[in-house]
């Protein structure tokens, strides 16, 4: 059982807010040839001046309607980037609204031929071209680029040891939908409607990697208690597919944890999957930079 009331509100699919602009660092590079791109993505990579050996990859992906030139505005992991001399990968995603595919076949299908199979090339040639260190890859996004978040970590598990993401919804929650933007979307999985069981959710993950017997990422899940487009009961659904795919059980709630007004939602010891409720947060969680890095190790 999850241990919150998790109430359902109305609206769609992916909408966001823009996140405020942080102060501008360096400019990102075009990447026009990074394997096999099916649903051609665009990428941008934000490499500080000092990298460090080895260095950490971090996969960050945008909201509907941004680009990931936005999202590296409106984030400070840049900045941080230039401290910490670890990689940023910002793709973009043309189709649909600027929404990641998270609901065909395709895309649900370890190197199915959609969005995931191109995301997935950019990780691996990452890791080449900076001879980076293949534990530390990680991915994160906010609304559109949580639910990918999820997808990613279904799909190609074995490309991250982490994930922190805010405001999305479980890897298949959209499964069969005629598209993944507010306008295309089934509704029903953003306004919290397809509750299953822990087991339920923990299959469907499983089965966009048939055969996969390795380890799962360690999930951070962040979403807002007054959200409107993507429904606070999606926490739910997300803390109960990953703590049956990590097989770890709820443990307890700190309260004002890691701020007035966040109640931190612990499994197992802690290390492998937490959960943030904000209370008075609607769409989306502002992202955390500082505990991301914290929870990837960085």
Known sequence: MVPFLLTTLALAVGAVNAIPAQTAVNALTPINDFGSNPTKLQLQVYVPSKLAAKPAVILALHYCGGTGQAYSQGTKYNAL?????????????GHDSNCWDVATT?????????????????VKWAITKYNADPAKVFVTGSSSGCMMSNVMAATYPELFSAVSCYSGVAAGCLAGSPGSSPQSADQACANGKHIKTPAAWAAQAKAMYPGYNGAYPRFLIWHGEADNFVTYANLGEELKQWSAVLNVPFTKNNTNTPQAGYTQIVYGDGTKLIGYSAKGVGHTVPV??????KWFGI
């Open 106 to 122: 395709k895309t649900l299908t370890h190197d199915g031929g959609g969005d995931s199979t191109g995301l997935a090339n950019m």
């Open 288 to 293: 955390h930079e500082d505990a991301d890095l």
């Open 81 to 93: 980037a230039d401290t910490k001399g670890f990689v940023v990968l910002y793709p973009s995603a």
